[in-house]
């Protein structure tokens, strides 16, 4: 074991044995070699203990921490308490990192004096040999650049995730920033992410992309229904965590992520949860929805819930229901449009179980690309297209010229059995 490495790579575990070799080793093998790897087992009984010790028998880098099951927070604050490293970085167990992810990093960081530094992803669906990196166009002025304590909204605007990064320890250890314990809960990233952005001088994004952050694991945590009040728990947690330390200003920023996510929540837990979590929904913006007084749209959201609570969760019942049906009776699924929206949409299909019905994605005219990931994109007058019984999804966004030519495409065809994209994106809980 490197007494002082450059880097320590915490790499929290608990049942992911059939994703752990790939991810070990994509550590492992990283130009950086200065690091120490330490690998909690939270608990597993996959096997994946002992995985780990072997990796660790075979590389003094390499050590493991063998605990009872007692969450995510828990073990991600133990495996930082036995950081050694200048800075911190996180690798969650089912995903992997490129080689010079570490390298990369490390050297700006350095370069530049930061308190965390970040890079940009790639959404990965290895089961589908595709990969797409997130990039917001938008904050292209902003990589690069040093975004100093009083940029708090600015920082907040990029991607949230604490993986993607690197922490400088002392950072972290002089700023007391943890992981909320709390057993058997999700989402305890999002608060030390927010104490973060919060509490660091410097921080940088990179225009770069060397983290895989894998989306076809169906037994993520992000993917369970049935886990409703762990987004509101965290930023309640969270509030109260830092009550009398952060100004009021950063405090309505954690109160506007506590509404906005928890709003989004909604869409993400099981139909039969849905009007008690409004509920909570309603109190939290009683309390804080004041942090939107200058935005109309999410006021709108807000009092759209509040005038009618037992109507809006019956509408947004009712409107997935019928989508899920219409889903479940088609043979087979074509995305019309295999351009950005078009691989979200092939994206959230994934996410919710729905990608083994893609036939193919197809364009009015000759496609620039020949396949996403393992689907393929065609002409849309191709004969190997077969409309029959296929539900058409519309990937432009609806009311616009391209949509309505995109309909106009489909009734010359007589194709009639078509979705319009908002009707997933509107629906159904993803990232993004």
């Known amino acids: 074991m490197i007494d002082e490495p450059k880097v320590s790579v915490i790499v929290p575990v608990y049942n992911v044995a059939r994703y752990l070799p790939e991810c070990i080793e994509s550590v492992l093998f990283q130009s950086l070699k200065d690091i120490e790897v330490i690998c909690v087992n939270d608990g597993s009984t996959d096997g994946s203990g002992e995985l780990l010790d072997k990796y660790a028998a075979q590389d003094n880098r390499v050590s493991v921490i063998h605990k009872k099951n007692e969450g995510y927070g828990r073990a991600m604050n133990i495996g930082m308490g036995r950081a050694k490293g200048r ?44 990969s797409y990196r997130y990039h917001g166009d938008s904050r292209d002025r902003y990589f690069g650049q040093v975004l100093p304590r009083e940029r708090l909204w600015l920082r907040c605007q990029f991607l949230m995730n604490t993986w993607s990064g690197l922490y400088r320890r002392g950072f972290i250890e002089s700023n007391c920033i943890c992981h909320h314990e709390s057993p058997g809960a999700s989402f305890q990233d999002n608060g030390f992410w927010m104490q973060g952005m919060i509490f660091a001088e410097r921080v940088m994004v990179l225009n770069y992309a060397g983290y895989m952050y894998r989306q ?26 830092l009550k009398g330390k952060v100004s009021s200003r950063e405090m309505d920023v954690i109160n506007s992520y506590r509404l906005i996510r928890g709003y989004r ?168």
Request: hydrophobic content about 35%; aromatic content about 12%; proline content about 1%.
């Open 265 to 432: 929540n909604l869409y993400r837990i099981d139909d039969k949860y849905k009007r008690e979590y409004c509920n909570r929904l309603i109190s939290d913006y009683e309390q804080y929805g004041d942090v939107f007084f200058n935005d109309v749209g999410w006021q709108d959201n807000y009092c759209e819930l509040t005038s009618d609570t037992d109507s809006f969760c019956d509408r947004i019942i009712d409107r997935k229901r019928k989508v899920t049906t219409t889903l479940a009776g088609a043979a087979s699924l074509i995305i019309y449009g295999a351009g950005k929206r078009g691989e979200r949409l092939f994206r959230l299909l994934c996410f919710h179980g729905w990608g083994g019905k893609m036939q193919c994605f197809i364009e009015t005219g000759m496609p620039e690309k020949h396949t996403i990931g393992d689907v393929s994109v065609y002409q849309m007058d191709d004969k190997r297209v077969n409309y029959e019984d296929a539900l058409v999804i519309i990937s432009a966004e609806s009311g616009g010229k391209m949509a309505n030519e995109m309909r106009q495409a489909l009734s010359d065809r007589s194709i009639t059995r078509l979705m319009i994209g908002e009707d997933l994106i509107d629906n159904y809980y993803m990232i993004c």
């Open 216 to 241: 076809d694991n169906e037994s993520a945590s992000i993917k369970d229904k049935a886990k409703v009040y762990t987004m509101s728990d965290e930023y309640e947690w969270l509030a109260n965590h």
């Open 87 to 130: 800075y911190i970085s996180i690798v969650e167990s089912d995903d992997k990192i490129l080689p010079d992810f570490l390298e990369t990093l490390y050297r700006s960081a350095e370069e530049n004096e930061l308190d965390i530094i970040k890079s940009e992803l790639y959404f990965w669906l290895p089961t589908r040999s595709y």
